[in-house]
């Protein structure tokens, strides 16, 4: 009976531990300036990130990246893009557009 406790109480913390985060960035541009907005985004460490990415800007495709969580995706002008991962370490990780270094870049903290 105590084992069943014991058991039940993990099921049941590991479950709220592991959550789906869904975020919705948006590519925003003025005076030739790009960056994704919002630009610092937040989950907690064990989380199923899934990201929407809008693009609607005059200067056409932009890339989404954040290199500690091999996310890497272009974003043509127009169209959705959704990309996932498992946030499985904790800290503050860079988010940029791959594609034109000028961008203004986001960040991503992962709490624990
Ligand atoms: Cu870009």
Redesign the pocket.
Known sequence: MKFAFASLCLLISLSALAEKRSITLVNYETDGV?QWLPGTIMAKKGDDVEITLVNNVPSGI??FQIPAFNVKKDVMKGKREVVTFKADKEGLFEMK?H??PA?VGGQLLILP
């Open positions: 790009k932009h890339g557009c594609l034109h961008h």
